[in-house]
């Protein structure tokens, strides 16, 4: 039986924007009980609204439809109106930013510049979801559009039958890299590159050491509904990293960000699409970390990190497993799980989040069931030991956590025999222990310890 790690969490930030009252505070399970109704109840009503509003424009009949209302009043026209002007004006920054930083010789200075704007007006656009507050009772989480048992046999039946490979290996595209910027963190620039599976560009914001160079990478994934390059960035529990010379490559996932499906949020369509979405996000993932590992390879780094939080943590167990017949510069060296379940079947329906947005009520609805959905964990969990060895696996879990629910991800701690120093099990839920990282070193620790193991080759 596992022996969760409790030691008292480390009160002295790894960011000096944490202070330590907040980490005393909030990095609690009493938080997680307060960030799922917020997340569902209005975090996702809101971006709903923000969604709508932006693809409706100044047509009223097309935001009636989209939100459900049917005759939207003067007030939430000028609402729509006004964040359909916030859109019009990111996007025009959005194009200058891309503009100068994909072009060969622009100034540093000009590109710090133009990053200034483009953020601002993506935080104004993003912001621009308040608006909505007064609607917030009369708008949906989720623009639901489940897919039935019949829809996802004929769109992924192959895959699952074996009749073509569950997750190939891709053809690695040109990847296209942007000017660099300095700031605090480091030397900064993004890649583009055509998605495999996705059809749209893939986008990755890398976080550079200018003191040494990189001889180690991580790829880290984020969480459903995280447009992280679309917010002020806050603080940062992988700074130790790249203090210690590691490069950090942060993806835009898909349909987040700027990826973002018209008249959808962030994530939304992973949610909306039920088991179709959750397949075609994994599937378009998938292929997108393996050409970044590759080119993480190709920029000097023996050693490539593959890490994760919630949707990321899902994404990235399962890379582990899946890119056994890939190329070996396509498969990572290491992993680090924050808040992960080895269950989809629990993620999906007895996560606290699934409850809360009614996604078992809208799954049976289309004709799921827990019984249904057994033949595609095939294609949605871990299956096998992961490519690396147990030691080079890292994980952080909280016991508390019902989003990704504990027990999942502790079977699969045992399954994979993780060593319990590199196995973190700490009294909090899904929100407070990744939040806890923040103010608690001692996973980061483990993992720089594994890091240098690795490149030593032991």
């Not at 390059?229 to 942060?250: N, Q, S, T």
């Not at 030991?385 to 990704?404: H, K, S, Y």
């Amino acid at each position: 039986m596992l022996e969760p790690t409790r030691p008292r969490l480390h009160l002295t930030p790894l960011d000096p924007l944490i202070p330590k009252l907040v980490g005393q505070v909030f990095f609690r399970p009493w938080w997680d009980a307060l960030g799922v109704p917020l997340v569902a109840s209005v975090y996702f009503p809101l971006s709903r609204a923000w969604a709508a509003a932006i693809t409706a424009g100044d047509d009223p009949r097309i935001l009636g439809q989209m939100l459900g209302i049917a005759r939207p009043g003067p007030v939430l026209l000028r609402r729509t109106a006004a964040a359909a002007r916030l859109a019009a004006l990111y996007q025009r920054a959005e194009g200058v930013w891309r503009d100068a930083f994909f072009t060969p010789g622009t100034r540093a200075e000009d590109l710090a510049q133009i990053a200034g704007r483009r953020d601002r007006a993506s935080f104004r656009f993003m912001i621009a979801r308040r608006g909505f507050l007064p609607w917030l009772r009369q708008v949906p989480a989720v623009r639901w559009q489940v897919a039935g048992p019949d829809a996802v046999w004929q769109r992924h039946g192959a895959r699952v039958r074996g009749e073509e490979p569950a997750y190939p290996a891709p053809d690695c595209p040109d990847v296209q890299v942007s000017g660099a910027i300095a700031t605090a963190r480091g030397r900064q620039y993004w890649l583009r590159f055509p998605s495999p599976i996705a059809g749209d560009a893939c986008w990755a914001h890398v976080y550079e050491p200018t003191t040494s160079p990189a001889k180690t990478t991580m790829i880290f994934l984020h969480g459903i509904a995280v447009d992280g390059d679309m917010w002020p960035e806050a603080g940062d529990a992988f700074a130790a990293l790249l203090e210690r010379g590691i490069r950090i490559i942060r993806p835009t996932g898909p349909w987040h960000g700027r990826r973002m499906l018209k008249g959808y949020y962030g994530g939304e369509p992973i949610i909306a699409r039920g088991l179709a979405g959750m397949l075609d996000a994994f599937q378009a993932a998938l292929a997108e970390v393996a050409v970044l590992t590759r080119w993480a390879r190709g920029q000097g780094s023996g050693t490539v990190v593959l890490s994760g939080v919630s949707l990321g943590s899902l994404t990235a167990q399962l890379a582990a497993t899946a890119c056994r017949p890939w190329p070996a510069d396509m498969q990572p060296d290491i992993l680090f799980l924050i808040a992960t379940s080895g269950s989809m079947t629990d993620v999906a329906f007895d996560g606290s989040l699934a409850r809360s947005l009614g996604i078992p009520q809208r799954l049976a609805e289309a004709g799921w069931s827990k019984e249904a959905l057994d033949p595609w964990l095939a294609l949605l969990e871990p299956h096998g030991q992961a490519v690396m060895a147990p030691e080079r696996i890292v994980m952080v879990l909280g016991e508390a956590d019902d989003l990704t629910p504990f027990a999942g991800g502790s079977a699969l701690a045992r399954r994979w025999q993780v060593p319990v120093e590199n196995l973190f099990l700490r009294p909090q839920g899904h929100f407070s222990v990744a939040l806890g990282l923040l103010c608690d070193p001692a996973p980061i620790d483990r993992l720089l310890a594994v890091i240098d193991r690795t490149a030593q080759g032991r």
